[in-house]
């Protein structure tokens, strides 16, 4: 069982807030899902004494400027991108971005893509040898295709994430890039076996299927 805070897209009160301390108190770790400042991951970061995983999104800045200097990252997380992490028995991998509809830095072709996953491929396929699974918990921007994504071009899905959660079935799959409204928005699916969390905003879960 983990205990998991997860953050996308907006900044929120609740989380960006001294009571983080202690309302998250119980937090294993934290996922950004990308398209926030990085001093906002930093303060998250800094309230909570538990691992925090970032991937960007495609709004992200080269490099942010603020009272503490540059920063081309959040110091103190880690980034997911491209990147296949064992983590306090968690096997975590992430992909940035979103797909390509302006000259972003961090979007990225169908194509380009389906490069950033077979990258992490090699070392799937050494988990299953190694942890018997290939993976927990994907971490991406944009959602897969045809799950939680939308039919204009900025928010379409991405099809390398789909084959990736049908071929090698993480658990969890967290994305965000997908802005929720209303009293009841959908933001949790299953696909196969995986359960995908659109985590626009935050969301503090309890995940009891998770080593």
């Known amino acids: 069982m983990k205990r998991i805070l997860s953050i996308s897209d907006t900044i929120s009160d609740v989380v960006y807030s001294p009571k983080a301390r202690t309302r998250f108190a119980d937090a294993d770790l934290v996922i950004s899902c990308g398209d926030l400042p990085y001093y906002y991951v930093e303060y998250v970061v800094s309230m909570l004494d538990t691992p925090v995983f970032f991937v960007r999104g495609n709004h992200a800045k080269l490099v942010e400027y603020g009272n503490a200097g540059e920063r081309t990252h959040p110091h103190g997380a880690i980034n997911l991108h491209r990147r296949v992490v064992r983590r306090d028995g968690l096997?975590?991998?992430?992909?940035?971005?979103?797909?390509?509809?302006?000259r972003g830095p961090f979007q990225y072709t169908q194509q380009q893509m389906w490069m950033h996953v077979f990258h992490l491929v090699p070392?799937?396929?050494a988990n299953r040898l190694l942890c018997g699974r290939f993976l927990d918990i994907f971490v991406t921007h944009a959602p897969p295709w045809g799950i939680h994504d939308m039919p204009d071009w900025p928010h379409q899905g991405i099809r390398a994430f789909r084959w990736l959660l049908e071929v090698f079935k993480p658990a969890y799959h967290f994305h965000g890039h997908i802005?929720?409204?209303?009293?009841?928005?959908?933001?949790?699916?299953?696909?196969?076996?995986?359960?995908v969390i659109n985590t626009y905003g935050y969301r503090y879960l309890t995940l009891d299927d998770l080593p």
């Open 91 to 102: 096997i975590l991998a992430g992909v940035e971005g979103s797909v390509r509809y302006s």
């Open 123 to 125: 070392s799937l396929l």
């Open 179 to 195: 802005h929720l409204y209303g009293p009841e928005p959908r933001y949790r699916s299953r696909f196969e076996e995986t359960t």
